[in-house]
């Protein structure tokens, strides 16, 4: 590095002896070797369940070659979301000025119950949630947007329409609806690199199909990062089925699957028991079957199947494969419960849809299991969440 009198005698990096001049300051800097960390998968047995990873890596002081700190801290590419919808909507801090004039109407709503009449600070608070929003996601459902509106007058109950609806925040949520809209269409005006809005582009639409509302492209079961661009230097095929699960979703595939499977397996369990009628009839030999050949005679006539491939009576399975429209697509998955949780990150990647017949057990595995967009449960898996949590 030499010393550049022209900027403060502050040190650059020399690329070329010619900027050096007559006198001047040269410093010599020593360069650690760079840390190279390498991964290796781990095959992991069975369905037990292991504690979720932590986004760090700790480096043994023998194995480093640098006498630094031993965790590193991978971070997430910037184009990634990092985080599921909450829970609890937190609303964000607003600008200054904005405050002010919200904590006065707070109080006085607390005084003597006057609402904030302000409509020019409407613009300001709509750009801040929808900013929060598309932090989660770029398209907000009715409840997501309801929990946002419930959660602004929560906090500032002057900003409450008792005129709109009984619980004062039906403008907020049509004014969010239209909002996001509108904050969507500004990020593709600036080009902002984003394909979840690109693939929605009437630019990009056959003619005849360029209407707005018109198969509208947008997360169907709770994908955080939907249609995410691939990390640098990976293709669609290099990409894991794990690794692509938690790209899209935020979470991992295979610890949440199974942690909430063994908790829910013995009580699940007792429930298919206590059945009766036609459904316990048809339960109880499944129940009872402790070994079963595997059966390859009639995967054409199925649009998703687990294939389990067993040995003598008795023994435990060998293999399971995962059959998509009649053809195997995945096989040496060792038993039901990890084909289980392949087959759903197989879902997720391909964006496939659930099978009809099927589709309150991937909603059991989604919601239940998975944590995905358990705030809106069918009928059915409803009642069943109640009574594993009873």
């Not at 009766?276 to 339960?283: E, M, S, Y």
């Not at 990647?349 to 989604?366: G, I």
Request: hydrophobic residues 35%; contains cysteine; glycine residues 4%.
């Amino acid at each position: 590095m030499y010393m550049d009198k022209e900027f403060d005698c502050q040190f650059f990096t020399l690329l070329s002896t010619e900027s050096i001049k007559d006198k001047d300051t040269i410093k010599l800097v020593k360069r650690e070797k760079p840390v190279v960390i390498t991964f290796t998968p781990l095959d992991e047995p069975g369905a037990s369940f292991h504690p979720e990873p932590q986004e760090s890596s700790s480096l043994d002081d023998s194995s480093s070659s640098s006498s630094s700190a031993s965790t590193i801290i991978l971070p997430r590419s910037p184009e990634y979301r990092s985080e599921p919808w909450p829970t609890d909507f937190v609303i964000p801090t607003f600008s200054p000025h904005v405050e002010m004039c919200l904590q006065s109407g707070n109080i006085a709503f607390e005084s003597d119950g006057s609402l904030l009449q302000n409509p020019s600070m409407n613009s300001d608070v709509l750009e801040k949630l929808a900013e929060e929003i598309f932090h989660y996601t770029a398209y907000p459902t009715g409840l997501q947007i309801s929990a946002v509106a419930e959660a602004l007058v929560k906090k500032h109950p002057c900003l409450r329409e008792p005129g709109t609806s009984f619980s004062g925040m039906y403008g907020w949520q049509q004014r969010l609806k239209y909002k996001m809209a509108n904050y969507r269409s500004k990020i593709r005006r600036r080009d902002v690199p984003c394909p979840e809005l690109d693939i929605n582009s009437l630019r990009r639409r056959p003619i005849g199909e360029q209407q707005p509302a018109k198969n509208c492209k947008r997360p169907r079961r709770a994908e955080v990062n939907y249609l995410p661009p691939h990390p640098s230097g990976e293709t669609g095929d290099s990409l894991e089925i794990k690794e692509e699960f938690r790209r899209i979703t935020t979470i991992p595939l295979e610890h949440r699957f199974l942690s909430k499977l063994d908790l829910y397996t013995p009580k699940l369990i007792a429930l298919m028991k206590t059945k009766g009628g036609c459904v316990g009839t048809k339960l109880r030999p499944l129940l009872s079957k402790l070994s079963q050949q595997d059966n390859r005679s009639d995967v054409t006539e199925h649009t998703v199947k687990v294939l389990v491939i067993h040995g003598a009576v008795g023994e435990d399975p060998v293999d399971a494969s995962i059959i998509l429209e009649g053809v195997e697509i995945l096989s040496g998955c060792r038993n039901t419960a990890n084909a289980c949780v392949l087959l759903m990150g197989l879902i997720y990647a391909l964006n496939l849809a659930y099978p009809t017949t099927l589709r309150y057990t991937f909603e059991a595995f989604q919601k239940l299991f998975l944590e995905l967009d358990g705030i809106k449960l069918s009928p059915k898996v409803h009642t069943l969440k109640v009574r594993l949590l009873s």
